[in-house]
């Protein structure tokens, strides 16, 4: 059995990660290839938990925070990413690690070597085949965010923050340029899809053949 492919979408608040995660599912899909979609923080019944209980009552400490979202990823990756990946599916996260090592690495500063180590523990060996890291001015993306009308609270923080936070992904696509590609998210959604399109089929159906 042909172990499965593992893709993440990257990228800060409003970028087009959900929207472009659904059209490459339904793309694979029509290329006979199986696949799940996920999502981070959830994915499980405890990570949904998870999620309700972060975006509900913010943890005031950082460390609480970087430490729910690695139990959330444990979970996830042990009982829906690794099974799958397994059995020969492909799964496609909206979100995982490097949102952790931006938000709450670059944001809140906490260590990358505790970063790492968490993802030693939580991830390893089932790191993502390709993360596609949708990039596009905070402005939009938060503009974005407030016309889909679900502005969450890391949504509603302030523009240089959210510019942190592009940086801080634009610099894991320049530091992993093997995993990482890097899609211009201010284009219509058709000409992101066929960006993400090109990634994946240069980097993975050719070798999944
Ligand atoms: N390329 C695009 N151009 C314009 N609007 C977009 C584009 N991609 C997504 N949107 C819209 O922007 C909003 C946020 O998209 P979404 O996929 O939910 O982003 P994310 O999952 O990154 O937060 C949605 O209302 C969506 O329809
Ligand atoms: C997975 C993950 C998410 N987050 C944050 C990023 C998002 O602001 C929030 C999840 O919200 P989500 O609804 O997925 O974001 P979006 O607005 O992009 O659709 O959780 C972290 O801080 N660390 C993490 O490890």
Not at 44 to 70: Q, S
Not at 71 to 79: F, G, L, Q, W
Not at 94 to 123: A, H, M, N, W
Request: glycine fraction near 8%; charged fraction near 30%.
């Amino acid at each position: 059995m042909k172990r499965g492919k593992f893709i993440t979408f990257e990228g800060g608040e409003g970028v087009g990660k959900s929207t472009q995660a659904k059209r490459l599912a339904e793309r694979l899909e029509r290329a006979g290839v199986p696949v799940i979609i996920t999502r981070e923080p959830g994915g499980t019944p405890v990570g949904e938990d998870v999620r309700d209980l972060i975006m509900k009552d913010r943890p005031t400490d950082p460390m609480t925070e970087l430490l729910l979202f690695a139990a959330a990823r444990a979970e996830h990756v042990t009982s829906v990413i690794r099974p799958a990946l397994d059995d020969g599916t492909w799964v496609i996260s909206d979100r995982f690690i490097d949102s952790t090592r931006v938000y709450q690495g670059k944001r809140y500063g906490l260590e990358p070597e505790l970063i790492s180590l968490l993802e030693r523990y939580t991830v390893s060996p089932d790191f993502p085949d390709l993360t596609l890291i949708l990039d596009l001015p905070a402005t939009e993306g938060v503009e974005r965010a407030q016309n889909r009308g679900t502005l969450s609270r890391y949504d509603a923080e302030r523009i240089e923050t959210h510019e942190v936070l592009r940086k801080g992904f634009l610099e894991i696509a320049t530091s992993e340029p093997k995993r990482c590609v890097l899609i211009d998210a201010s284009l219509p959604v058709s000409s992101v899809e066929t960006a993400v399109w090109q990634a994946v089929s240069a980097h993975l159906l050719v070798e999944a053949r």
